[in-house]
């Protein structure tokens, strides 16, 4: 089985080094030999604090805007929203790191280094992360480093053996932070970020090792714990932030290092151990073919952007994307554009959570693949947008429920973005909203529907008040809005535009979030009048439409494209992640989204890691495996980092596009948004034998299969809710009741 990820040389650069986190504490292990540094990160290490954004201004001049797009002056329409569709202060700050939005920001280096004449021999170099144990191993002649990220103690743990004695030393470097070398082998770093409600923080670093001491000054190069010669060390750290929490962050540190300490490495290392296998083992994936796990991790990418075959390439990275979702997403926050990792203070974006696509797609495999545990850090924030939505939806909109925009931070950040035409997307908060119903069709959880339905509902009041009637067809649209970060041309002024009213993306996920409101109303028998005005605005809503191309419109209008290769693909929601573009019921619409596709991809579309991902998700519903493998080969050799990491086109990464793929690969081999499960729907060619083991289906189903040659060999379904089993393979279609707990051998 594929699991793991190894190098020959350490590495080279932060987008090299090997990602180990406990969904709050993160670390990038480099694997230096005389020096090893080890970056950590820590999921509230936020600088901004909370802060006024909503703009009462743009209620004010709501009814002009609307009005100049429905006379079509669009022109006119986006000057009057670029000054007053937006934030009350600016947003787009990641370059300044003091600004009250904030950024997320590394807790710090820990630099070790071999001191005196160490006994260096780097013959026999491995560096490795075993994706199953969640250990990195860094391992050179005699020396050999072990490092893994704790949950349950909460610390980074480090144990540093050779065969012969060394001396070493340990150093901590953060900026901004107060460091102090304490003389019983502690480090410990203090700062705060800057204004009124900002956050404090402390880093405590501790080293076991015989007469560890301190030497030199805190704020010298020389400062750092010295330790006399022995052959085995052990080095702790841990952050904590004082971000909604009364506790003194360095009281939680010394505590988290004591209980760390007691505990030993040992049994560190065997609970984490234990505990993270079997969250891996839930669902794995074998794709047979010829077995390269001796090949080195970045000499098979480079083979495979030379052009070579590597089948089980993809089953790596089908892993590794489900352990970044482990690691980033069982703290106080979901995981952020980033995972859990973060390199300085200044990250793309803030390394925010972005709503229109990036957030969610972080979450896309979660459900599939068993980690429903891991979903919760994700829900907790929706609640948290919804508290601090409301406000936004009364002062921007004068609408009841709530709204939360394009970009978020852990402050309860819903307003718009400061320019509309990236940060004016009303409809992010509701597309947050499908996560929770999905989960209730995958667990059949009541009591969790029950508990998180006020946010569905209340998003769909919103909407109750915010849709307007378009005087041109009737229908009911958002105006103003946008297609995520696209633009179409004018026909009126010649100019490329952004702002609309009713864009195809809006109109999905509204008629989606009408849906999922109606049916968990039915579900927990609340709201039926409520239920009955949804339905009413539902049949209102604009159809979709075919283009002169034959493709899907995205927006009401047949416009020209300023970039007909663009990243967003907003008008194909409706295709994945939703089901409302299907083959068997909408074969039109399912034909005309396929040309939407190929369109973009002949303009260069599908360029950064996620946009790619989400292609790949398509052509899976598509059930075209091979167009899908293809893209998916496209993002190992243009959009993957040495170290696995999804690459942005520029010189920074997004976690999406690794999450978007892992999903990707799933939707190839399972599927159950329609009315029955389908099993190997878009198996490629390529993966001529394979087994999956743990996948999960809507309904409450947990599938084993096995193929060779496109023929199934085995397949088992263990039914956990004990619902009626509808399931396709192999053009046969199974029907059958179940009963909960038992297991089916179909094949």
Not at 70 to 79: D, H, L, M, R, V
Not at 94 to 99: I, L
Not at 371 to 395: N, Q
């Amino acid at each position: 089985m594929e699991r793991k990820v190894w190098y020959r040389r350490p590495a080279a650069a932060w987008e090299e080094a090997l990602p180990l986190g406990n969904g709050a504490l993160g670390m990038m292990v480099f694997g230096g030999v005389e020096t090893e540094r080890l970056q950590l990160s820590e999921e509230t290490m936020w600088s901004g604090r909370p802060h006024d954004n909503d703009n009462p201004e743009c209620l004010e001049y709501l009814e002009e805007m609307r009005r100049l797009l429905f006379a079509g002056k669009a022109k006119e329409a986006e000057a009057l929203c670029i000054k007053y569709l937006v934030c009350k202060k600016g947003s787009d700050n990641w370059k300044t790191p003091d600004a009250p939005y904030g950024t997320y920001q590394t807790a710090g280096d820990v630099t070790i280094q071999m001191i005196g004449k160490p006994v260096v021999d780097s013959s026999h170099y491995r560096r490795e992360l075993d994706i199953f144990d969640g250990v990195a191993t860094v391992h050179f002649g005699t020396h050999t480093r072990r490092h893994l990220v704790s949950e349950k103690y909460g610390v980074t743990a480090t144990e540093i053996v050779c065969k012969a004695p060394e001396r070493l030393k340990v150093r901590f470097d953060r900026p901004n932070a107060d460091v102090m070398y304490e003389s019983q082998g502690n480090i410990v770093a203090r700062g705060a970020f800057v204004g009124e409600g900002a956050s404090s923080y402390c880093t405590v670093v501790s080293v076991v090792a015989p007469e560890s001491v301190a030497e030199g000054g805190a704020d010298s190069e020389a400062a750092g714990i010295f330790t006399h010669a022995t052959t085995r060390f052990y080095i702790y750290t841990t952050t904590a932030t004082s971000y909604k929490t009364t506790k003194s962050p360095e009281e939680e540190c010394r505590e988290r290092i004591r209980l760390a300490r007691e505990a030993g490495f040992d049994k560190i290392y065997e609970e984490h151990v234990a505990a993270h296998r079997e969250v891996m083992e839930r669902a794995v994936l074998d794709l047979g073919g010829a077995d390269r796990s001796a090949v080195p991790t970045d000499e098979r990418l480079e083979a495979i952007c030379r052009g070579e075959e590597d089948v089980s390439f993809a089953a790596l990275y089908f892993h590794f994307g489900k352990y970044l979702l482990m690691s980033s997403s069982r703290g106080k926050l979901p995981a952020n554009i980033q995972g859990i990792w973060v390199k300085d203070c200044t990250p793309p974006w803030s390394a925010d959570f972005h709503i229109n696509i990036n957030l969610q797609m972080m979450y896309w495999h979660a459900e599939i693949l068993g980690l429903t545990e891991y979903m919760e850090p994700y829900f907790h924030y929706i609640e948290d947008l919804a508290e601090h939505g409301e406000k936004t939806a009364k002062v921007q909109y004068g609408c009841r429920g709530w709204v939360a925009h394009t970009i978020a931070n852990p402050w309860g950040f819903t307003a718009p973005g400061n320019h509309p035409s990236w940060g004016a997307f009303a409809c992010a908060g509701a597309w947050c909203c499908r996560d929770i119903y999905e989960h209730y069709l995958y667990t059949g959880d009541a009591a969790f529907l029950q508990k998180y339905y006020p946010l569905i509902r209340d998003s769909a009041i919103f909407f109750l008040d915010f849709l307007v009637t378009d005087p041109h067809n009737g229908c009911l649209v958002t105006a103003p809005s946008n297609s995520p970060e696209n633009r179409y041309i004018d026909p009126v002024s010649g100019e490329a535009i952004a702002m609309c009213a009713g864009p195809t993306m809006d109109n999905s996920i509204i008629a989606e979030l009408f849906d999922n409101a109606i049916s968990c109303a039915e579900i927990l028998g609340q709201d039926a009048d409520l239920a009955e005005k949804w339905r009413a605005a539902r049949a209102k809503l604009p159809p979709f439409q075919i283009g002169k191309h034959g493709q899907l419109l995205e927006w009401q209008e047949d416009y020209d494209e300023i970039e007909p290769g663009h990243r967003h693909m907003s008008h194909l929601y409706g295709v994945y992640p939703a089901a409302l573009i299907t083959k068997e019921k909408t074969p039109n619409l399912f034909e005309a989204a396929q040309v939407s596709i190929n369109r973009r991809l002949e303009n260069g579309g599908g360029h950064t890691g996620w946009s790619n991902a989400w292609i790949i998700c398509f052509f899976a519903r598509f059930l075209k495996g091979d167009r899908a493998y293809e893209m998916l080969k496209n993002l190992f050799q243009h959009g993957t980092y040495r170290n696995l990491f999804d690459h942005h086109p520029t010189v920074f990464f997004q976690m999406d596009g690794n999450h978007g793929a892992t999903a990707g690969i799933a939707e190839m081999l399972l599927q159950s948004h329609e009315d029955a499960i389908c099993v190997l729907p878009a198996c490629p060619a390529a993966w001529k034998e394979g087994s999956f083991r743990g996948f999960r289906a809507r309904g409450g189903f947990v599938i084993d299969a096995a193929w060779k040659n496109g023929t199934l060999t085995k397949l088992t379904v263990r039914s956990l809710l004990g619902n009626r089993l509808a399931l396709r393979f192999a053009d046969k279609l199974v029907e059958q009741e179940t009963i909960a707990g038992k297991e089916y051998h179909l094949i």
